[in-house]
């Protein structure tokens, strides 16, 4: 009975996504919900994911010449004000300190929402030189944004990232580290997280508050709704201005340094949920999982079933497999169903027979096989299964996003699929704002990017029927 509860836990993705969603990173126990409203507790389960994410990104990061810096997490409000557009863009979401315990403060501060203005205020003294760059810095905090609605990973009040903060003598080195980092971002979300996406710039009306421009990476869910999952920006030399933020050349005149941006954050458990999610629960890709495999004796209080699973997990483990031995008197039913809730890649399942027989039984996770395996070869199996999931789960999130990406060449056609399919469509747009606005107005759908790689689908914006200028990815997005 209590096997059953488990599963029947999760609402099925087809009859609520978002209940299926909520149902999964809690009974999968990734989050709990706090007292704080609108902030999450992330469990050791989903801590554990961000921390090989962590990993992971931080050593890409250091092989392109990142070094990892601490900001304080305070913004005084006159260092806010310095530029205008980056406060605007931000005003709404700030939360403001008032008081230092029970004194007013003379100026009031920001909790951290970004942390532009802070490097900005730092590079001016730090910078003087063209010897003193490059800097390409970066820190692992956490940020907070006063959202209104809120939901587990994908938009929460207070959440983990990482910030680039780089500064350039020239426009083009600065545009090459801006590309560059976007690059790293879309890598890893292929090789790791075996998450395709579409790379692309944002459109003026969508990039970030204070940047020359935006660049982004654009995963799509299983329900067809896009979720930005990193983005990478060009400063130019606004804050440089604002801050005055310069360097003398080689010719000893003072120039401005250009500035780019760039972040990841932990909304990326939610794509990675929502992308490779079922009806039991989590999948997880095995580069990503913390644990990658999971061994459950069967019949455990037989004589030498323990032992043996222990030895197999300990053999696995030495060959730098992540393991987990459920040696828990729950019954053998009841542990398939949670190593199933909770994405482990692989399972394997050793009783006496098993032992009498010199095999065991391997499942895979994502495709539900059982394979039967000799226990010589476990060792040699694993690794090698493990690949092949890795590749499968791409492969299928890549068939996914291809089958889920639609052409509109006409406005009747724009809308229609909007009605009727959910997913990417790609269209021609004017390049005008104001018609982007009322596409947003009309269909509640948004430009997600001008993908890298432009195609030409027709003369005119597929809305307002002006001269096509771009081809756009459109959608609705979370």
């Not at 209590?2 to 599963?7: D, G, N, P, R, S």
């Not at 791409?394 to 959910?422: G, I, M, P, Q, W």
């Amino acid at each position: 009975m209590a096997e059953k509860k488990l599963v029947e836990a999760i609402t099925s993705m087809n009859e609520d996504f978002a209940k299926w969603y909520t149902d999964v990173v809690t009974k999968a126990e990734l989050i709990a919900y706090s007292n704080v409203k609108g902030c999450m507790v992330i469990k050791p389960a989903g801590y554990a994911i961000w921390e090989n994410i962590q990993r992971e990104l931080d050593r890409r990061f250091k092989e392109t010449g990142v070094e990892n810096v601490y900001m304080p997490m305070f913004i005084p409000e006159g260092l806010l004000q310095k530029e205008k557009d980056h406060v605007e863009g931000f005003a709404p979401e700030v939360a403001w300190v008032t008081h230092g315990g029970l004194a007013p403060l003379q100026e009031r501060m920001c909790v951290r929402p970004t942390s532009e203005t802070l490097f900005c205020d730092f590079y001016k003294d730090d910078i003087q030189s063209y010897r003193d760059l490059p800097k390409v810095y970066n820190q692992w905090c956490s940020v907070v944004r006063w959202e209104k609605e809120t939901r587990p990973f994908l938009r929460s009040r207070e959440f983990l990232w990482q910030e680039g903060h780089t500064a350039h003598a020239t426009e083009e080195e600065a545009q090459a580290r801006t590309e560059q980092m976007l690059d790293v971002y879309a890598d890893f979300c292929r090789e790791v997280l075996a998450i395709p996406v579409v790379k692309g710039r944002k459109t003026e009306k969508e990039k970030f508050a204070g940047a020359v421009a935006t660049y982004t990476i654009e995963a799509l869910m299983h329900d067809g709704k896009a979720l930005q999952s990193g983005t990478s920006h060009n400063f130019g030399t606004g804050f440089a201005e604002a801050f005055g933020i310069q360097y003398t050349d080689k010719d000893n005149h003072l120039q401005y340094v250009h500035q780019t941006s760039w972040g990841l954050s932990t909304r990326i458990i939610g794509a990675i949920i929502m992308v490779h999610g079922d009806d039991s629960g989590l999948k997880l890709p095995p580069a990503i999982a913390p644990v990658q495999v999971a061994v459950i004796p069967i019949r455990q209080q037989a004589e030498g079933v323990l032992e043996k699973a222990s030895s197999i997990a300990d053999e696995l483990r030495k060959a730098g497999i992540r393991v987990k031995l459920d040696d828990t008197d729950k019954s053998p039913g009841f542990k398939f169903s949670e190593q199933e809730m909770r994405g482990i890649p692989l399972r394997i399942e050793i009783g006496p027979k098993d032992i009498e027989n010199g095999k065991c039984v391997i499942c895979r996770r994502d495709t539900g096989e059982k394979i039967e395996v000799s226990l010589d070869e476990v060792n040699a199996k694993i690794p090698e299964l493990l690949d092949s999931i890795q590749k499968d789960m791409l492969s299928r999130a890549e068939e996914h996003l291809k089958t889920h990406t639609y052409e509109a060449h006409d406005r009747e056609e724009f809308v229609k699929l909007f009605n009727e399919k959910a997913g990417f469509v790609k269209a021609m747009w004017c390049g005008e704002t104001a018609c982007e606005e009322k596409i947003k107005e009309d269909m509640a759908v948004t430009s997600r990017c001008m993908p890298y790689k432009q195609e030409h689908l027709s003369d005119t914006c597929v809305y307002c029927g002006k001269k096509a200028q771009k081809m756009v990815y459109w959608g609705r997005a979370y």
